[in-house]
């Protein structure tokens, strides 16, 4: 007889003991994840801090608060900028305080076979080509943005989908702002509104539905006369050759109805309220739908912005990161570098650079700081109002190798500290030192490839950086 049949409860039992180990230990594994990441949070909420008596926190306060206007951030760096969990953690610590009024400058990087931004999913008709500033010549006008896209046929089509931002309802009016080449001609269709109700059922799932789309009428900028967006109020007078208008078109995005061919004001509102009423625990989520066309030969699509029209004073963070990029690569095309940090205007400048330059096969400490002198120089005669801050690279060790050269870039990056009007934040100390990198991979907070972090690792070293950031600018409100 089988013993399974003559013994039905023991092996039952057997059954239980086996599914209990699998529960608990899965659980065990998911606590001291959830316990390590904790810990590692605790240790970095506040290990480090920004120099406060650095002349340009007052400067910034003063452009800022003297005309009640957005706050303007550019970060500029390697594949820890781009993505989304570093930058997107800085900028949720920021937001606590200052409500964010436009999305920032966005890229399709999935175009270009990369990863980021979730906020922003795109498709294209026609051929365009991804060019970026490690591939391509000065001629396709790639700047601190690090990729572009490149048609050479008239009509050649971009959808592009924003999902909802946070703190940014897209069923308000709005802005969008396209960037492309100098002088390039573009169009942007008939926008339509999608509204997903997601509700919560009784087993906890979460279920989206669709409500009608919602057509947008598009007002371009030239046609919307006394439409001015308080995005672009920043004091010009900060900045040296700032009137580069013609590098982007903005969009206003005026009146909304239920179909492409009437228009009602309030008719979104209303229908949102009418559903509101019913879903009773629901949530919504929107994405806007538009279709970029360029409207001749030759046309460089640079990025895509979207701004809250009813908001006048908050927070604009453009995060522009670049997969293998390098400091020097900014000095390849300095015109450009020059065009596009006048176009955005950014109060402050943050530049995340140093991993890829730890790992190079040879390195020249002498050329490098000249380098970064270069750029300093140059950001200060752009933008001589703006303050800049330097963020130390964390602590790597690629394929469980450590780098050749990081005692060496972070000894050029102390010597620009003491030599320039820039403030200096140390990721790698805010790690816990260099020894504390096995303690961080332990936790499960680093990749495989001991490279790049997992999203809970950038997030920590964001909130840590944010942190420190929005400790200093309260001081100044």
Request: hydrophobic share 35%.
């Amino acid at each position: 007889m089988d013993v399974n049949q003559k013994y039905p409860k023991a092996k039952k039992a057997t059954f239980l003991i086996l599914s209990l180990y699998v529960i608990i230990t899965l659980m065990s594994t998911t606590l001291s994840w959830v316990w390590a990441g904790e810990m590692q949070k605790t240790s970095l909420l506040n290990p480090q801090y920004l120099d406060e008596t650095a002349k340009f926190w007052h400067s910034i306060h003063t452009n800022v608060s003297a005309s009640n206007q957005n706050f303007v951030i550019m970060h500029l760096g390697d594949s820890h900028v781009q993505t989304p969990h570093f930058g997107g953690a800085i900028k949720s610590v920021l937001s606590s305080a200052l409500p964010p009024s436009a999305s920032g400058l966005l890229f399709p990087y999935s175009l270009c076979k990369s990863y980021g931004p979730p906020q922003l999913i795109a498709d294209t008709a026609g051929t365009w080509t991804c060019s970026t500033l490690l591939t391509s010549s000065p001629s396709r006008g790639i700047g601190p943005q690090g990729y572009v896209l490149y048609s050479q046929e008239s009509g050649s089509k971009i959808q592009l989908k924003f999902n909802s931002l946070p703190g940014i309802k897209l069923s308000h009016p709005l802005f969008v702002r396209i960037f492309h080449g100098e002088g390039h001609q573009v169009n942007l269709a008939t926008c339509s509104l999608h509204v997903y109700t997601q509700k919560t059922t009784a087993r906890g799932s979460q279920k989206l539905k669709r409500a009608s789309a919602v057509y947008i009428r598009r007002v371009e900028s030239d046609q919307k006369s006394n439409l001015d967006p308080v995005h672009l109020k920043n004091n010009s007078s900060n900045f040296q050759n700032a009137n580069y208008n013609k590098m982007q078109t903005e969009f206003y995005l005026s009146e909304l109805s239920t179909s492409p061919a009437s228009s009602s004001k309030g008719q979104l509102s209303s229908a949102i309220q009418s559903k509101n009423n019913d879903t009773g625990n629901a949530s919504e989520h929107e994405i806007l739908s538009c279709m970029l066309q360029s409207l001749q030969s030759n046309f460089v699509f640079k990025g895509v912005e979207t701004f809250n029209s009813k908001i006048s004073a908050g927070l604009v963070y453009h995060k522009m990161g670049l997969v293998g990029a390098k400091m020097p690569n900014l000095l390849m095309d300095s015109l450009e570098l020059r065009k596009q940090i006048s176009l955005l205007r950014s109060h402050l400048i943050i530049l995340s650079y140093g991993t890829n330059e730890s790992y190079a096969p040879v390195f020249n400490l002498e050329k490098y700081v000249t380098e970064w002198e270069k750029l300093l120089y140059l950001l200060q005669q752009i933008a001589p109002q703006a303050g800049i801050i330097l963020t130390f690279p964390p602590y790597t060790q690629a394929n469980g190798k450590k780098a050749a050269w990081d005692k060496e870039v972070r000894l050029a990056l102390n010597q620009i500290l003491q030599r320039y009007q820039v403030v200096g934040y140390d990721l790698g100390r805010a790690m816990g030192g260099e020894e504390a990198f096995i303690n961080w991979y332990r936790a499960g907070l680093v990749k495989k490839d001991g490279l790049h972090f997992e999203a809970l690792g950038y997030k920590l070293q964001g909130e840590s950086f944010g942190d420190a950031l929005l400790k200093v600018l309260s001081k100044y409100k």
